[in-house]
Every structure is written in C-alpha cells, then in structure tokens.
C-alpha cells in the first residue's frame, strides 16, 4: 500500500508577520483619523448650525405671540376726595325797597359800611302821606263826634221806649244809626293806622346785621314804592359772617356726600390755605338734566376775609361704602359697546372686562365697578387686541434716576 503524508502548514516567516501586523496598526489609525474629523465637523460645524435653526425657529414663533406688560390695580381706601366748582353766597342777603312814595331826603350808609340789625338806612320826604295822614285824622275826630252822638241818641230813645214814649221803629232807627256810626268810627282809625305806618314807612332800616353791598340812590331821587313797576332796589345788604356755597354732586356720590361731611374751600387769592366748612344739607333728588345732586356747604367768615359772589373749589371730603381701584389711562380700551380693560388670564390669554370710570385723576382714572383687584391689567394693550388672544408677558426695566452731579463751587474773586 501506498502511504499518504499529512498536508504541510506554511509557516510565515517572521519579517512578514510584523510587516502585515504594522499594516493593519496603520488602518486602523487611519479609520480612527477619520471618525474624528467627522466627529469634529458633526460638533463644530452642523450642531451649531442646527442650534441656530432651533432659536430661530423659537424666535419666530415668539415674534407671533405679541408681548404685553401688565400691572395690578391700586387699591384706595373709602375716604376720597371731590372736588367741585362753587361760588360763595351770603349767608343772608336781601335787597331794600320802599314802602311809600316820595323823594329821599338823606342816606346814612353807603357801599361797604357794616351795619347793625335796625340801624337806620335812609329817610324819604313824603308829604303827601304826611297831608293823607292830617286828613284821615280829622276824618277820624268828626267819626268819634258823630259816634258820640248817635250812640247817646241811642240810649235815651231805649229809655224812652220802656215808658212807651216813643214808636218801637223809631227806637231801633236810632239804635241801627248808632251802630252805622261805630263803623264808620272803626274804618277811621283803620285808615289812620295805615296811613300812620305808611308814614313810618319813610324811614329804612336794616333788617338784619351785615353789610351795604349796593347803594342805587342819592338825595332827591323820586322814590317809588314796591319791587315792581317803576320801583327800584334802594339798598342790597348782605350778611357775610357766615358765608354758604351750593354745589352740585354727581350722581355716583350723592350716597357719600352727607350733612356733617367736612368740606373746604380753597380761593386762588389765598393759594397756601384752606378754609374749613361742612355739607349742611342736600336736595336729596338728581337733577334730571345734569344727573347731579344740589349741595350747600357752610362755613365761618368772622374776619370778613371771604367775600360773596367769588369763586371757589369745593373739597368735600365723603366717605365711600365701597372701596375704588385706580389704573393708568393708558390700560383703557374705548370700544362701542363701553368701556373695557384687557386682563390677562391664568392661560398667558386676553379677556376683556367692561368697567365703569369714576374720577378722573389725570394720568390715572378710578374705575367703580367691574375690575377684580388681583387682576393683571395690560398696560398699552393696541386697538386689535381681542379676547382669547395668547400674548407673553415682558418685564420692564426697572427706571434708574441719574445722579446729580454736585454743584460747582463758587470762584472766589483774588
């Protein structure tokens, strides 16, 4: 038989092997080159470019959501304050007419004087009075005489008709006589009495303390009697010792505004005070026309320093039951359905709330009713603004004050 020999295994020699070993070194090397110069392109190249992609895309988005600011409302307490247009009027005052007819023969006070209750004013010649008044008098000793006569005519005809002397018609002809008499005695001493106060009447005095604000005659002047026709005021006095004001509340603090409410007075003479009075009383009715309430106000005048018919502002100092919220004028919307204020929901979305004004302060406006005191209130919100609109709230930078710089010191000459 014939013998088969085993396959020989070639062996590499030496120098080969390290050569294919250090080949391979290389390749991988080469492989490990590769991936980090992608990885270093993929991290410096494509990631910041992908980032930039991602904050532009989220800019784009926020740039369509509109940003607002917002802010809360102001709370105030109950106690406000209204100010109100009034003139000042005297406590009393009345002008001074004749009651009879004549010439003035003297006046005693002219514009400005300070006169008392009763003092005498002026003094008119009445001699057709004085002449009506001898007259009437005469009139009246011939009434008393004829009386006089009738009435003892009168009692001995009664004595004579209980004897029968005398016919019982004849008896009472004489009683009615003498009673016709007695009334012609009593209208006598009517007409006297009247003409004796129209004689009085000749002499004006001042009903009440105060002051001549007018004096419309002079001596000689015809002087008719009454307030009407050809009558004309002789005399205004005016009591300004105590002084009242009337001045007209609008309807939404006609509850507030009560007697005893303090009040003041400030004049533009006297621009550093103010002067102390209180609500007296109201109309307690709205004017239909102005929707406003008619209010007097009182106050004190002893030294004289206010005088009637200035004009004042009215600080009347009320009490509100209910407490008002105040915002900028800049968080108001007017639309045609009144007007609303944007408020910003929990959801970052617009509602509208109608609210209703009260005072206006100028660059703040009070609103009565229909704010929430918590709510978020957008300032500047733009005439587009609808409800349920998504916005996203920005934060203001807070304002800083620049500091003064310190004046320059004086240069002393020398």
Not at 146 to 153: D, G, I, R, V, Y
Not at 380 to 400: C, Y
Request: hydrophobic letters at 40%; glycine letters at 6%.
């Amino acid at each position: 038989m014939r013998r088969t020999r085993p396959p020989r295994v070639a062996q590499t020699p030496p120098l080969l092997g390290r050569l294919r070993e250090r080949g391979w070194a290389r390749y991988w090397l080469l492989i490990a080159v590769i991936v980090a110069v992608c990885a270093g392109v993929l991290v410096f190249g494509i990631m910041p470019r992908l980032e930039a992609r991602d904050a532009l895309k989220k800019e784009t988005q926020g740039l369509n959501v509109p940003p607002v600011s917002v802010i809360k409302p102001k709370a105030r307490d109950g106690a406000q304050e209204l100010v109100l247009p009034g003139s000042i009027q005297a406590f009393t005052e009345a002008p001074i007419y004749a009651r009879t007819n004549g010439y003035l023969k003297r006046w005693y006070a002219d514009i400005g004087t300070h006169v008392k209750a009763g003092q005498l004013l002026a003094e008119i010649d009445t001699p057709e009075i004085d002449d009506q008044l001898q007259q009437a008098r005469a009139d009246l000793a011939t009434a008393t005489a004829n009386h006089q006569l009738a009435e003892k005519t009168s009692v001995r005809w009664q004595q004579l008709l209980t004897t029968d002397s005398v016919a019982k018609q004849e008896a009472d002809e004489k009683i009615s006589d003498a009673q016709a008499k007695k009334a012609i005695l009593e209208g006598a001493r009517f007409n006297v009495a009247r003409l004796e106060k129209m004689q009085a009447f000749k002499k004006i005095y001042a009903p009440f303390a105060g002051v001549v604000t007018l004096r419309n005659t002079d001596v000689g002047a015809l002087i008719d009697a009454g307030s009407s026709g050809t009558g004309r005021e002789l005399f205004h006095i005016a009591a300004i010792d105590r002084l009242r004001v009337y001045v007209n509340v609008p309807q939404a603090y006609s509850r507030d505004t009560l007697p005893g409410t303090p009040a003041e007075l400030t004049l533009g003479e006297f621009p550093d005070r103010r002067f102390a009075g209180k609500v007296v009383r109201t109309s307690n009715a709205i004017d239909a026309a102005t929707r406003t309430m008619l209010t007097e106000v009182d106050l004190d005048n002893p030294k004289g320093e206010l005088m009637p018919g200035a004009y004042a502002q009215v600080h009347i100092k009320a009490e509100s039951s209910r407490p008002a919220l105040v915002v900028p004028i800049n968080t108001l919307l007017f639309r045609p359905d009144g007007t609303q204020v944007a408020v910003l929901q929990n959801d970052q979305k617009v509602a509208l709330t109608k609210v209703v004004i009260g005072r206006d302060f100028g660059t703040e406006v009070e609103i009565v009713s229909g704010l929430d005191p918590n709510a978020l209130v957008i300032v500047n919100p733009s005439d587009s603004l609808t409800a349920g609109t998504q916005v996203r709230v920005i934060k203001e930078a807070p304002k800083t004050e620049k500091p003064v710089a310190p004046p320059a010191p004086e240069k002393k000459p020398g």
